[in-house]
């Protein structure tokens, strides 16, 4: 299965919102109590989206011409991890579509973004997940993440993890 990733446009601001939307829609289904922020999102929130947009972060994953999820992409992540000298890439809200959860996607997508930033010549990805998702933060282990520490923010305490890159 060929995964593709498609810049997404400002024009697709509203599509974005909807994933988010949905992805916590489905965690607070299953007990999971993550993003609730974005079942009704602040003008804050909106902002994080829109900034991305405009930087051209925003990536919606498309496999057979069908978004099956979306991921933002940084080269740097002020709010979460600071100021930081090594170069790294840094992965937000990476979703996947309820309907296309467990076909391995999300594997798929960082093995795509760790072979494209050892391309880039970075040796560091970089994401976080909120601390209280067990789950979650074993997938990230499992996928060769290191956590490195936590960081409480106002919505979350989250923790940082980071992965070296061959």
């Known amino acids: 299965m060929h995964l593709e990733f498609k810049r997404a446009k400002e ?19 299953r007990n999971i109590n993550q993003w609730k922020y974005w079942l009704d999102p602040t003008e804050k929130n909106i902002k994080w989206v ?8 925003f990536y919606f994953i498309i496999n057979s011409s069908n978004i099956i999820g979306m991921f933002r992409l940084m080269d ?5 991890w600071g100021k930081e000298k090594a170069k790294a890439k840094y992965i937000h809200s990476l979703v996947i579509k309820v309907a296309y959860s467990g076909n391995n996607y999300g594997e798929k997508v960082i093995n795509i973004l760790v072979d494209n930033a050892i391309k880039e010549g970075i040796h560091l990805l970089r994401l976080d997940c909120n601390a209280s998702n067990k789950a979650l933060c074993k997938y990230y282990e499992k996928q060769g993440f290191i956590k490195i520490r936590e960081k409480q923010l106002p919505d979350a305490l989250m923790a940082l993890y980071e992965k070296s890159l061959g």
């Open 50 to 57: 829109k900034e991305g947009f405009l930087k051209k972060e």
């Open 76 to 80: 740097e992540d002020l709010l979460y």
């Open 11 to 29: 024009s697709e601001l509203k599509v974005a919102l909807s994933i988010l939307k949905d992805a916590a829609i489905n965690l607070q289904s």
